[in-house]
């Protein structure tokens, strides 16, 4: 029996047709950057992991910070910068990638001064931002 093959499915999502985020502040560590929540519990339907691509522009940076629920793994995909993870900081280029356990203190810098990077990350254990929880905890 042939299946049929469609264009559209309650969980499939055209990264283009995501606009980044526009609530994230500042004063929660969300400096100069631009956050795409691809796939959620709200947004595809997923149970336990989010998808999302994350744009720094030249010092863009995700400030320290931490999920008590959930894992993230992150994913360099352009630029460069780095990652901390738990009490060490990380030099990242495009290929690399880290985890970040459940709990540990984690975020990201673009060190270019010219160029953008991109970060594509998920969490595992949790559809949301609100069920992964964050914890802002500045350096």
């Known amino acids: 029996m042939e299946r049929p093959i469609v264009d559209t ?25 631009a956050v795409q929540w691809v796939i ?15 744009t720094f522009p030249p010092g863009g940076r995700h400030d320290i910070h931490r999920h008590p629920n959930a894992e ?4 360099l995909v352009e630029g460069t910068g780095i ?14 990638v880290v985890v970040a356990r459940i709990g540990e203190a984690h975020g990201f810098w673009n060190t270019s001064d010219s160029e953008r990077a991109v ?18 905890e500045p350096d």
Not at 72 to 75: D, H, L
Not at 122 to 131: I, K, Q, R, V
Request: aromatic share 10%; with cysteine.
């Open 40 to 54: 959620t519990r709200a947004r595809g339907g997923a149970e336990k992991t989010v998808f999302g691509i994350t």
């Open 9 to 33: 499915h309650p969980q499939k999502v055209r990264v283009a047709d995501v606009a980044p985020a526009d609530d994230h502040r500042e004063d929660d560590g969300w400096m100069n950057m």
């Open 83 to 96: 990652a901390r993870v738990g009490d060490t900081d990380v030099r990242m280029e495009p290929g690399d």
């Open 119 to 136: 970060l594509i990350w998920c969490y595992g254990g949790a559809a949301s931002l609100e069920e992964a929880g964050y914890i802002y």
């Open 72 to 75: 993230e793994v992150e994913y």
